[in-house]
């Protein structure tokens, strides 16, 4: 792993938003693409979370290292913009968390990174009421990529999944799920159509579907 990789991890570890924003500010200096950088803090806040479960670091710890994740997409947004297709319009986006969720990180990331690829995101935040999501599936989207970080709050996928197929709308969009507990394996059994570990694999299948690979 590169030294500037880890230490963007070593940064989100120490959960301190300056060392964060340093950490950012000198990897992009780096010349690290903004995709990669936030590769790597997404690693960084995944063992932010793993160390939070074993107890070895607490809420507020949590909180810090978010709000630096939050920074580095504010410092990053516009760069990803810069160096993307956001003119494209491969078509429309609706995201969201599901309903009883409120971990919007990932899904933000998501979401910014399939608007710069040239997709139009509508972005509904997150503990979106289920009803929220069908709405905007029946207005027309072309892709509605759902987020759930909760095993308890991952089913409302396929309850989503499957009110529009009762509905008679699921051919008509494309179903994204994602977030930590989601697999290909739960994609498949719940009917979706692209299971995104990370936002730029998200952003390449979604670009391929639309046909624009
Ligand atoms: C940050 C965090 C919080 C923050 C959230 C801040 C925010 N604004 O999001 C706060 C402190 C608020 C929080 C609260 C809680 N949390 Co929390 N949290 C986390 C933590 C540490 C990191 C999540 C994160 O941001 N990861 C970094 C991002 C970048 O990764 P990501 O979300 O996975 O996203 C990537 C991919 O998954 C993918 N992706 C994401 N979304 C989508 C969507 C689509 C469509 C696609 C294709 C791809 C995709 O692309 C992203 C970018 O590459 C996780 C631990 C973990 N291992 O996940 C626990 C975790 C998710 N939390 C957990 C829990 C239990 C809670 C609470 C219930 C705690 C409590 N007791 O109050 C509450 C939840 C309240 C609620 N109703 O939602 C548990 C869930 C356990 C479970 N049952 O499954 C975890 C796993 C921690 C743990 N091990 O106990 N949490």
Do not use: W
């Amino acid at each position: 792993m590169s030294d500037i990789k880890q230490e963007l991890i070593d940064a989100m570890v120490a959960v301190k938003l300056p060392g964060i924003i340093d950490a950012v500010n000198k990897a992009d200096a780096a010349g690290m693409p903004a995709t990669d950088i936030i590769d790597a803090m997404s690693a960084g806040m995944t063992e932010v979370g793993v160390l939070f479960q074993k107890g070895r670091l607490f809420l507020p710890h949590v909180l810090s290292a978010a709000a630096g994740m939050n920074k580095a997409m504010e410092i990053l947004g516009p760069k990803l913009a810069a160096g993307g297709d956001a003119g494209k319009k491969l078509g429309t986006a609706v995201m969201g968390t599901v309903e009883g969720d409120v971990h919007d990180i990932g899904k933000s990331i998501c979401s910014t990174m399939l608007q710069c690829a040239g997709f139009e995101v509508h972005d509904l935040g997150r503990d979106v009421p289920t009803q929220k999501f069908i709405d905007e599936i029946k207005g027309g989207c072309n892709f509605c990529g759902m987020s759930a970080l909760m095993t308890t709050t991952m089913t409302v996928m396929k309850t989503i999944i499957d009110i529009t197929r009762d509905e008679g709308y699921r051919d008509k969009v494309t179903m994204m799920v994602g977030g930590a507990p989601i697999t290909q394996i739960y994609c498949d059994k719940i009917g979706a159509d692209i299971y995104g570990e990370t936002a730029n694999e998200t952003t390449d299948k979604a670009k391929a579907i639309a046909g624009d690979a």
